[in-house]
């Protein structure tokens, strides 16, 4: 249980995002949720909330705005007495040929996915220093071993995983530890991956996971395969991991 534990979750409207809030709050904890879509945002905190024992409230935030996410942080930890743990679960994906990837694209993913664990990273750290905490950070295996067709979203992950070990090993005199997780969730992101795809594209892509996936030839359930597993690291069984990409991805990262 993760009874007066006090979290951050950023990227909540849906997805792994949605199904942290939930499990979470479930798990006894105190939720800031935060995320740029609010209706769909609000609507899974009270969602989460009603259903309890924790409770979740959410806080409109862009994580590419430094400022914003400062006063995001500030307010999240005054509602909520201090701060915990941080999961930053905040992404987007996007699709292009590597010769083709514009500046825009290049930007946005960099933005969002780099840069943002930056800001969220350095204002949950202001929280944590004097008296520790875990931050979770989302990666991809895309970030690992490459992505076809994705090269700027694998860079920017990639980042993700190299400044998540760097602070691993900072800050952890603050008794702070740092972790990511690369998911292989079936999430809207993914479908909307998926349907980007040609019939023929989309066949061959779902042979290549039957293949790829050892743990039942597909990607996973938020809610049954990730969301114990956040509940586990911020828990007192996980005080000693630090700095590790942690696979949840039936297998798919295996060497």
């Given at each position: 249980?993760?009874?007066?534990?006090?979290?951050?979750?950023?990227?909540?409207?849906?997805?792994?995002?949605?199904?942290?809030?939930?499990?979470?709050?479930?798990?006894?904890?105190?939720?800031?949720?935060?995320?740029?879509?609010?209706?769909?945002?609000?609507?899974?905190?009270?969602?989460?909330?009603?259903?309890?024992?924790?409770?979740?409230?959410?806080?409109?935030?862009?994580?590419?705005?430094?400022?914003?996410?400062?006063?995001?942080?500030?307010?999240?930890?005054?509602?909520?007495?201090?701060?915990?743990?941080?999961?930053?679960?905040?992404?987007?994906?996007?699709?292009?040929?590597?010769?083709?990837?514009?500046?825009?694209?290049?930007?946005?993913?960099?933005?969002?996915?780099?840069?943002?664990?930056?800001?969220?990273?350095?204002?949950?750290?202001?929280?944590?220093?004097?008296?520790?905490?875990?931050?979770?950070?989302?990666?991809?295996?895309?970030?690992?071993?490459?992505?076809?067709?994705?090269?700027?979203?694998?860079?920017?992950?990639?980042?993700?995983?190299?400044?998540?070990?760097?602070?691993?090993?900072?800050?952890?005199?603050?008794?702070?530890?740092?972790?990511?997780?690369?998911?292989?969730?079936?999430?809207?992101?993914?479908?909307?991956?998926?349907?980007?795809?040609?019939?023929?594209?989309?066949?061959?892509?779902?042979?290549?996971?039957?293949?790829?996936?050892?743990?039942?030839?597909?990607?996973?359930?938020?809610?049954?395969?990730?969301?114990?597993?956040?509940v586990f690291l911020l828990g007192?069984?996980?005080?000693?991991?630090?700095?590790?990409?942690?696979?949840?991805?039936?297998?798919?990262?295996?060497?």
């Open positions: 249980m993760l009874t007066k534990h006090r979290v951050i979750v950023t990227g909540t409207a849906g997805g792994i995002g949605a199904s942290a809030v939930r499990a979470l709050v479930a798990a006894g904890a105190q939720v800031a949720a935060l995320d740029v879509a609010d209706a769909a945002g609000r609507e899974v905190a009270a969602g989460a909330t009603a259903q309890g024992p924790g409770t979740a409230h959410y806080l409109h935030c862009d994580i590419r705005d430094r400022g914003e996410v400062e006063r995001a942080f500030a307010a999240a930890a005054e509602r909520l007495g201090g701060l915990d743990a941080l999961v930053n679960i905040a992404g987007v994906e996007r699709a292009a040929p590597a010769e083709q990837i514009a500046d825009a694209d290049w930007d946005l993913m960099f933005d969002v996915n780099a840069r943002g664990t930056l800001h969220t990273n350095q204002a949950a750290f202001a929280h944590l220093r004097e008296r520790g905490g875990r931050i979770l950070n989302f990666a991809s295996a895309a970030g690992v071993m490459g992505l076809p067709g994705c090269a700027h979203y694998s860079a920017a992950k990639a980042a993700v995983l190299g400044w998540t070990r760097t602070v691993a090993k900072e800050w952890a005199r603050h008794g702070i530890t740092v972790n990511a997780l690369a998911p292989g969730m079936w999430t809207p992101m993914y479908e909307a991956h998926r349907a980007r795809m040609s019939a023929e594209e989309l066949q061959a892509h779902d042979t290549m996971m039957a293949r790829a996936i050892p743990l039942g030839g597909r990607l996973g359930d938020p809610d049954r395969d990730m969301a114990p597993v956040l007192e069984g996980a005080r000693f991991i630090t700095g590790q990409t942690l696979a949840v991805d039936g297998g798919l990262m295996i060497p």
